[in-house]
Nanobody, 122 residues
Framework: QVQLVDSGGGSVQSGGSLRLSCAAS?????????MGWFRQAPGKEREAVAD???????RYADSVKGRFTISKDSARRTLYLQMNSLKPEDTAMYYC???????????????WGQGTQVTVSS
């Protein structure tokens, strides 16, 4: 399995920005291989935030559209999540994840980062 290490979380005020990074142990070049971000707040279910496929196509949760941008750098084997206009409701542990499309969209990708905490204060 691909090993993932995510980082970049922190505490910001509402309206602020953060950029999360996810370093991968290897890079899979396939149009159906998805990499992305999930988040989980205390007492809530885990939710998919954004993902990007091997062909560069992206998907976002409605709650983050227009504020978050997912990108990747294959040379650095790194996935990014640029988060702007952060809101208190974005507070959660964020996890990067990766797998081929069927497994990924099932909500149970086989590769996960350890998580990075994002806290947004009002």
């Amino acid at each position: 399995q691909v090993q993932l290490v995510d980082s970049g979380g922190g505490s910001v005020q509402s309206g602020g920005s953060l950029r999360l990074s996810c370093a991968a142990s290897l890079w899979i070049y396939h149009r159906t291989y998805l990499m992305g971000w999930f988040r989980q707040a205390p007492g809530k279910e885990r939710e998919a935030v954004a993902d990007i496929a091997g062909d560069g196509s992206t998907r976002y949760a409605d709650s983050v559209k227009g504020r978050f941008t997912i990108s990747k750098d294959s040379a650095r084997r790194t996935l990014y999540l640029q988060m702007n206009s952060l809101k208190p409701e974005d507070t959660a542990m964020y996890y990067c994840a990766a797998d081929y499309r069927p497994q990924y969209i099932s909500g149970s990708p086989r590769s996960w980062g350890q998580g990075t905490q994002v806290t947004v204060s009002s």
